[in-house]
C-alpha cells in the first residue's frame, strides 16, 4: 500500500463515522470511533511526514465542518428526524388563529368597560368580553369606549364620550 492509503482511509472512514452519528443513535460511540479514526488518519500522516501531516490537518480542519453540515442538513429528512421534529403550520392554520385577524372588524365600534382599564381590562364588544387596553390614561368600569386598533389580541381603546345611542345599539357591522 502506498504512504497515503492509511491516513485517507482513516480520514474517509472518521468522516463518515462523524455523520453517522447524527442517523444512528449510539449513544456516542460512534462519535468516538469517528474522533478516533481522525486522530489515527493524522498520527499515521505525520508518521509518514511533517508536510503531509499539515496537510492533513488543514484537510481535517476544512472537512469536518463539511461533514457536520452535511448531517444537519441531511436529518430533517431522516424518518427517525419526521418523528421527533415538529411539522410547520400551514399558512392557513396560521391566518386562522391569528389573534389580530378575528378583532380587527371591531376597531371604530363603540363598546363598553366591564372592569376599570389602569390601563388594562376586559371590555365589552356585541357581548364578547376582551382584553382592552387604554390608549391613555384610567377609564372607569361602566364607560362607553371606542376601539382605536389592535395589538397582539388587544384592543386598543380610547374613551368615547361622543358616542351616540345608534352606535351603541347599531350592533355588528359587516365583517
Known sequence: MSTLAWPLLLLALGLFLLIAEAFIPSGGLIGLLAVFCLVASLWRAFEQSTDLGLEFLIADFLL??????LAVHLWPKMPLAK?????PPEPEEIEASHPSRRLDHLVGRVGRALTPLRPSGLVDFDGRRLDGLSEEGLIPSGALIRAVRVRGSQLIVRMAPDA????ILAGPGPI
Not at 418523528?83 to 411539522?87: A, D, E, K, Q, T
Open 164 to 167: 351616540s345611542i345608534d352606535e
Open 83 to 87: 418523528r421527533v421534529l415538529l411539522m
Open 64 to 69: 469536518l465542518p463539511l461533514a457536520v453540515a
